[in-house]
């Protein structure tokens, strides 16, 4: 019985885990995909000006 409840709660800590990597991950490629596009908007407007 209480292999079953260590499994149970090791498995729901693996799973919080891998959704916290995986908010993680989507929160950093976010911040890239904005980080490219001022990138990219910066380079147009230095373009533009010259």
């Known amino acids: 019985m209480a292999d079953n409840y260590l499994e149970r709660k090791y498995e729901e800590y693996l799973e919080r885990k891998a959704a916290a990597e995986k908010a993680k991950r989507a929160a950093w490629k976010k911040r890239m995909d904005a ?16």
């Open 35 to 50: 980080y490219r596009k001022k990138l990219a908007e910066e380079a147009a407007n230095k373009e533009d000006n010259s």
